[in-house]
């Protein structure tokens, strides 16, 4: 009978600490997502930013509505290095629009703005194959297209061989295409 209750008393004492220390990670784990929320709600009132896609995300929104486009690419650039599948589509079609609407305001003749355009299409095929339903994504791939068409041929007023080598790397062995 004493074996019994000295049992009984070790697995009651193990139940209370393992209890105990379930409580104290749900509170950490609350903590940090009170933190992040806060962020969330605020960016500009932090100094640093807590390591979360949510988080990364939310400043990347923040820069751009500050016009600082490079540090937002950054930000999201965080974002997809995180591969949580959730934000991924996101953050693709954020970077695509920074891209984009950065060559949308340059003049046409700007060879920048080619580059720009194929990094925004690439960034919205990329949120497509995350996210197929994802009309804006969509709609915006459509317009980088009508920018840069993918068939150099189909537009005219554009030159073939600078197109052709902008898209390639050519080495001493070989030549690289682009995608």
């Known amino acids: 009978m004493s074996n019994t209750l000295k049992l009984l008393r070790w697995v009651l004492l193990s139940i209370f600490v393992i209890s105990i220390v379930v409580m104290l990670f749900s509170n950490w784990q609350l903590w940090q997502q009170k ?14 930013i807590p390591d979360h896609p949510r988080a990364h995300f939310a400043q990347g929104h923040y ?71 994802f009309w804006d994504a ?13 068939d150099p041929e189909a537009e005219t007023n554009l030159k073939k061989q600078e197109i052709y080598s902008e898209r390639s790397i050519e080495t001493k062995a070989f030549k690289v295409d682009l995608p």
Do not use: C
């Open 138 to 150: 969509r709609f915006n791939l459509e317009v980088a297209l009508r920018l840069v068409p993918e």
């Open 63 to 133: 820069l751009v509505e500050h016009d600082e486009n490079d540090a937002a690419l950054e930000q999201y650039t965080l974002v997809l290095g995180s591969q949580q599948a959730e934000w991924l589509p996101a953050a693709y079609f954020n970077r695509g629009n920074i891209n984009l609407r950065e060559a949308m305001a340059m003049d046409g003749d700007d060879p920048q703005m080619i580059p720009l355009v194929e990094l925004a299409k690439q960034d919205y095929r990329s949120a497509l194959k995350q996210q197929p339903e």
């Open 35 to 48: 933190r992040i929320e806060a962020f969330v709600i605020a960016p500009e009132q932090y100094k640093t």
